[in-house]
C-alpha cells in the first residue's frame, strides 16, 4: 500500500473536546456492555452529525475491541492511546478522498484484500469508514464491499459512519446495528443555556470558538453596511466547516439588527430567518453550506443599495 493509499487521522479539531466526553458517555457504556457479554455487532451504523462527537465515540469504540486488556472507554493502556493518536495497526480508518469526495473501490479493494489477513498485534481488526451516505459512498465501491460487510471474520468489525442513516444503501444498511448518537439538543442541555440555538450550544460543547466566529460575521456585517463588501465573502467561506454556520450567520444578523433598529434592521432580520430556513434545505439536501450562506448575507447586502 502507498502512502497515498493511507486515510488521514482524524485532526484534534474533528475529534472535539473532552466536553464531549460526557454526552458520549452512555453510548459507550452501552458498547463496552455489549462488547462484555460478547454481543458486539460485526458492522455497527453510527448515526450522528460530522464533528459533533461521533469521530470520538468510533475511535473510543475502536480502542476498546481491540484493547489487550479489555479496558474501558477511556482505557490509558498503550493499545487504546496508539488507537486513540491513529497509529495503531490493527485500526484504519477509510475517508472520502478524490476530487468527487467519495470512498472509491479502490479504498474498498484494500479493505477487501486485507479482511482475512490476521491482527497484528491482538485478536481484532477494525475499520472504520468515515461517511457511508450514498453520495459519498458510490454504488459500485458499495457493491464491492456488500459480501465482506455481510459475512466479516470473527477477528473483523466494521464501524460506519452517517450523519443520515436515512441516505444510506438499504443493503449496507440492513447488514449493520444502528447505533444513534445524541442529538444537538442533549449537547445544548449539557453546555447549559437553553436560550441559544441547539447546534450552535453543541458546537461550542465540541470545542469550536462560537463566540469569535460570531463576531467575525458581526463585524463583516458591519463592514458590509459601510459598503465593505470583501469581508462579507471571507465571513461565508469561513464558515463553510461549521456544522452550526447558519446559526453564527443568523446569531450575529440579529445581533448587529438589535443595534440598528428601524428599516434597516428588517432586511437583516430577514436574513436570519433565510439563513435558518436554508438550515433545513441544506440538511434536507445536503447541499453547500457556504454557498447559501454567502447567496443569504449578499441578497441583503444589494437590498442595501438598491436603499
Ligand atoms: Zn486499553
Known amino acids: 500500500m502507498s502512502d497515498a493509499d493511507v486515510s488521514p487521522w482524524w485532526t484534534a479539531e474533528e475529534l472535539g473536546s473532552e466536553h464531549l466526553d460526557a454526552v458520549i458517555a452512555p453510548v459507550l457504556e452501552r458498547v463496552e456492555a455489549a462488547r462484555d457479554a460478547g454481543r458486539m455487532p460485526r458492522s455497527l451504523l453510527l448515526a450522528g452529525a460530522p464533528r459533533l462527537g461521533r469521530e470520538r465515540v468510533a475511535v473510543k469504540i475502536a480502542a476498546m475491541l481491540t484493547c489487550p486488556a479489555g479496558g474501558p472507554p477511556g482505557c490509558s493502556c498503550p ?7 491513529g497509529v495503531h495497526p490493527d485500526v484504519t480508518l477509510v475517508r472520502a478522498s478524490g476530487k468527487r469526495g467519495q470512498i472509491v ?3 474498498v479493494r484494500a479493505i477487501v484484500e486485507a479482511v482475512p489477513g490476521k491482527p497484528f498485534e491482538g485478536r481484532t481488526r477494525v475499520w472504520i469508514l468515515d461517511g457511508v451516505e450514498a453520495g459519498r459512498f458510490g454504488r459500485e465501491a458499495a457493491n464491492a464491499f456488500l459480501k465482506t460487510l455481510e459475512e466479516p471474520p470473527d477477528h473483523v468489525r466494521f464501524v460506519l459512519l452517517a450523519a443520515n442513516p436515512e441516505a444510506v444503501l438499504p443493503t449496507i ?4 446495528q444502528r447505533l444513534v448518537l445524541p442529538g444537538a439538543a442533549a449537547m445544548a442541555r449539557l453546555f447549559g443555556d437553553t436560550s441559544i440555538p441547539p447546534e450552535l450550544a453543541a458546537a461550542a460543547v465540541a470545542g469550536a470558538d462560537v463566540g469569535t466566529a460570531v463576531g467575525d460575521v458581526r463585524s463583516a456585517l458591519e463592514a458590509a453596511l459601510e459598503g465593505e463588501i470583501l469581508g462579507l465573502l471571507g465571513a461565508a467561506r469561513n464558515l463553510d466547516p461549521e456544522p452550526a454556520g447558519f446559526q453564527i450567520a443568523a446569531l450575529a444578523a440579529l445581533g448587529v439588527a438589535g443595534d440598528l433598529g428601524g428599516e434597516r434592521a428588517d432586511g437583516l432580520v430577514h436574513v436570519a430567518a433565510d439563513l435558518l430556513q436554508a438550515e433545513g434545505r441544506q440538511r434536507a439536501l445536503n447541499l453547500n453550506r457556504g454557498r447559501q450562506i454567502l447567496a443569504a448575507l449578499l441578497s441583503w447586502y444589494r437590498s442595501q443599495g438598491r436603499n
Not at 493499545?79 to 486513540?84: A, D, G, I, L, Q
Not at 444498511?173 to 449493520?176: E, K, M, V
Open 79 to 85: 493499545s487504546c492511546r496508539r488507537v486513540r493518536s
Open 105 to 107: 473501490i479502490d479504498q
Open 173 to 176: 444498511r440492513s447488514r449493520c
